[in-house]
């Protein structure tokens, strides 16, 4: 079992109970296991009364940077229901994909794009607050949006970005 057991550290996606993504992170916290809950503050608003809500932006999921053991410890708490698996093994999720999400989630600041990149071209941002962070072009008009994607668990963090930002393709 222990040649199974590595020091290296990858990032994985466990899915979680309904509604438990808050627990997960509380739980992972306590058992000492590096983990990211992307989250978002959206206005809600009642019939009497307007509050901010933070919520998880990928319901169900929570990120883990982890080796194995304790991969296995994060799939043993109550609000984790398992890994993402492809092909019965655990799926690795780049660090880049992680690395440009925390990114775009820290900044608020607008980021804009050169004229002559096509829609779906994998670009890297090289100048302004969202400089290094990669993403696809998923539009191109009057204002352009920078998706990064998180392709294991099929979600995308949309950016809109005006024309005048200074963009790197990445080959």
């Not at 199974?4 to 296991?33: C, G, H, M």
């Not at 440009?100 to 990149?117: A, C, G, W, Y």
Request: charged letters at 30%; a positive charge.
């Amino acid at each position: 079992m222990d040649s199974i057991i590595t020091s290296d550290k990858k990032w994985y996606a466990l899915y979680t109970k309904p509604r438990n993504e808050f627990k997960a992170e509380e739980q992972l916290n306590s058992v000492s296991v590096e983990n990211y809950l992307p989250t978002f503050t959206a206005i809600k608003k009642w019939s009497d009364r307007k509050k901010k809500v933070t919520s998880p932006l990928f319901r169900g999921y929570i990120f883990i940077h982890s080796n194995e053991k304790e991969r296995f410890l994060a799939v043993e708490q109550k609000a984790i229901v398992r890994t993402i698996c492809f092909n019965g093994k655990p799926s690795a999720i780049p660090d880049w994909q992680i690395e440009s999400l925390r990114k775009m989630l820290t900044e608020t600041f607008d980021v804009v794009i050169s004229d002559k990149i096509e829609t779906g071209a994998k670009v890297k941002i090289i100048d302004g607050p969202f400089m290094d962070v990669i993403g696809v072009v998923t539009a191109q008009q009057e204002e352009s949006w920078l998706a990064v994607s998180i392709e294991l668990v099929h979600r995308s963090v949309m950016v809109r970005l005006p024309k005048e930002s200074i963009i790197k393709y990445i080959e």
